[in-house]
């Protein structure tokens, strides 16, 4: 069986749209999808443990992702965890007293940081500070705690 030019180069295109889908789908699996940093604005928050946070974290509101981890430092004078995120700027009106919390998506999987709007007329600007925050909770801090209690209660 006789192959001609047309197959092969067939052939190879398919390779190649098959190795560009591959490509696209770890770019989008790990968070590395936008190689340029998009217009917004920075905001930090401390935390007492930011537990898994990661640099490129998701940070959401009501779901929606909203910008990502820009930064995540330990302040040696308060022992905090000092996380810094860059909001997409079409979500300029965020309150100044939102909280933010890191959370788990589903059980085992990323943490990111989700902010609960709260009331306020003025908005976080450039440099803006949330004051209230929620720590990650660690899964093995509450299965120690809680085969502790167990423990506790068999005596």
Same mark, same amino acid.
């Given at each position: 069986?006789?192959?001609?030019?047309?197959?092969?180069?067939?052939?190879?295109? @398919? /390779?190649?749209?098959?190795?560009?889908?591959?490509?696209?789908?770890?770019?989008?699996?790990?968070?590395?999808?936008? @190689?340029?940093?998009?217009?917004?604005?920075?905001?930090?928050?401390?935390?007492?443990?930011?537990?898994?946070?990661? /640099?490129?974290?998701?940070?959401?509101?009501?779901?929606?992702?909203?910008?990502? /981890?820009?930064?995540?430092?330990?302040?040696?004078?308060?022992?905090?965890? /000092?996380?810094?995120?860059?909001?997409?700027? &079409?979500?300029?009106?965020?309150?100044?007293?939102?909280?933010?919390?890191?959370?788990?998506?589903?059980?085992?999987?990323?943490?990111?940081?989700?902010?609960?709007?709260?009331?306020?007329?003025?908005?976080?600007? &450039?440099?803006?500070?949330?004051?209230?925050?929620?720590?990650?909770?660690?899964?093995?801090?509450?299965?120690?705690? @809680?085969? @502790?209690?167990?423990?506790?209660?068999?005596?």
């Amino acid at each position: 069986m006789q192959h001609s030019n047309t197959q092969d180069t067939l052939v190879g295109l @398919f /390779v190649a749209a098959g190795i560009a889908g591959l490509f696209f789908l770890a770019l989008q699996v790990s968070n590395l999808s936008s @190689f340029t940093e998009q217009e917004g604005y920075t905001i930090t928050a401390r935390f007492e443990n930011s537990g898994g946070l990661k /640099v490129k974290s998701p940070v959401s509101a009501a779901g929606v992702k909203i910008g990502q /981890v820009s930064n995540i430092s330990f302040d040696p004078k308060t022992y905090e965890s /000092v996380v810094k995120m860059r909001i997409n700027a &079409e979500y300029n009106s965020i309150p100044d007293d939102t909280t933010a919390s890191i959370f788990t998506a589903g059980l085992l999987g990323e943490q990111y940081v989700s902010l609960e709007p709260g009331g306020s007329a003025d908005f976080l600007k &450039e440099d803006g500070k949330i004051e209230i925050t929620q720590s990650a909770i660690i899964l093995e801090k509450a299965i120690g705690q @809680f085969l @502790f209690k167990s423990a506790e209660e068999k005596k």
